[in-house]
């Protein structure tokens, strides 16, 4: 560990987070919406010390927040001594001018906060350049904010002097679109060498597992495949895309596991990684990973669902495998309680009745930690694998 990470992890950087209740979004969704975003400070080093939300019909044009919430969180920071602020949902270059102006610290949005935890956790020269790009793409619409201090200078007689911070601008905006560009190309060139590796892997079934971020495909993946996966319980632990030969019983194919999904990925990233995820396009099929124990999984299947549909592989066999039984929990409803039930009243037994019953995929219930129901999960992948190389469409002929 390098001399400024022991610094960041004996010294973290604290923050505050802001988040809206619109006409969109509720107090509960925006207190989960708060609580993943806090997950996202902490994975990359940030301790937030306090929340601020406030009800609106719209975000703000000019500032996100209105004034007055501005101010309180003004306030807070001068009280605290604390410089940045995160807010969960991402800024347009003059949201993020003004606030800097009216907040006097540095602001972070959902947007900028990700792509900083992507280019920590980017450790190959593929996964890195492709951090690089959607670093620069979202910066160059930003750019004008860097050298807002340095205004347009005028001479007399009506003539007009450029100003440093024009010059100065237009210089980084030439040298972005050139980084970006030359990016672009190094990607191609990786991308034909992808390619032609994939086409060297022979007629082997495809198999990709995909999800929320943090549902436990890492651990999935090693359990399947008995390799070693980098795992952990953070976001985005695992970035490039890893392909391992899987035999269950006497019956071989690949399995790959890519990089999770999350709400609002930001679209940059979605672009650069397109490469990455053409892994999960040429599967045969999907092993889609979810976090039953999570109280708004459902959410989350539909959010990977979206990006799916967005990267072009929307219409691939899908495998519904839920995760984390072990950590599943229920409050049961008392006989006088009136009010509708929650998925937080729901069994276990319930919800696994529920969802085979509506679900249009197969699904199965597991604890990769605990690795319970693993061999039942086997099972299904040999007679999957099996219809695949017999050239029948995934669960044609296969009677669940």
Not at 290 to 304: M, T, Y
Not at 355 to 383: G, Q, V
Request: glycine share 4%; hydrophobic share 40%.
């Amino acid at each position: 560990m390098t001399e400024n990470s022991n610094n960041a992890a004996l010294n973290p950087e604290r923050a505050a987070l802001a988040g809206l209740v619109t006409d969109a979004q509720t107090l509960a969704r925006s207190k989960e919406y708060l609580d993943e975003l806090e997950f996202l400070a902490e994975t990359a080093g940030i301790v937030a010390l306090k929340r601020f939300t406030q009800r609106l019909p719209h975000p703000d044009p000019r500032t996100f927040i209105g004034s007055g919430k501005a101010a309180e969180i003004k306030a807070w920071l001068q009280e605290t001594e604390t410089s940045l602020v995160i807010f969960d949902d991402e800024l347009s270059p003059s949201q993020l001018r003004n606030l800097e102006r009216d907040l006097e610290c540095r602001i972070l949005d959902r947007t900028a906060l990700i792509l900083e935890i992507f280019a920590r956790r980017a450790k190959t020269a593929y996964a890195k350049t492709q951090v690089e790009l959607a670093q620069y793409q979202y910066m160059l619409p930003r750019l004008t904010r860097m050298w807002s201090h340095l205004e347009r200078q005028s001479g007399g007689a009506g003539f007009r002097m450029r100003g440093p911070g024009e010059t100065q601008l237009e210089t980084d905006r030439r040298i972005i679109l050139v980084r970006i560009a030359k990016l672009k190309e190094h990607l191609k060139k990786i991308d034909r060498q992808m390619a032609s590796q994939r086409g060297n892997r022979g007629g082997l079934a495809r198999l990709a597992l995909v999800g929320y971020t943090n549902v436990g495909k890492s651990t999935l993946m090693n359990l399947l495949s008995k390799s070693n996966v980098f795992a952990e319980n953070k976001l985005f632990a695992t970035l490039d895309t890893t392909v391992r030969k899987v035999v269950v019983e006497n019956l071989p194919f690949l399995l790959s596991d890519t990089v999770g999904f999350i709400r609002k990925l930001p679209h940059q990233l979605v672009e650069s990684f397109k490469s990455t995820l053409d892994e999960v396009r040429e599967a045969d099929l999907l092993l889609h990973v979810a976090d039953i124990s999570h109280p708004n999984f459902e959410e989350q299947i539909r959010v990977v669902a979206d990006t799916l549909k967005e990267i072009g592989a929307g219409e691939k066999p899908v495998y519904l495998v839920f995760n984390k039984i072990d950590a599943y929990s229920f409050v049961e409803k008392d006989e006088d309680d009136l009010t509708p039930p929650t998925q937080i009243n729901v069994s276990l037994d319930s919800l696994k009745d529920s969802w085979l019953a509506k679900s249009n995929s197969p699904c199965i219930f597991i604890s990769a930690k605990e690795r319970t129901n693993m061999t039942k999960l086997k099972d299904d992948i040999y007679k999957m694998v099996a219809e695949i190389d017999a050239g029948r469409y995934p669960f044609g002929n296969f009677i669940w």
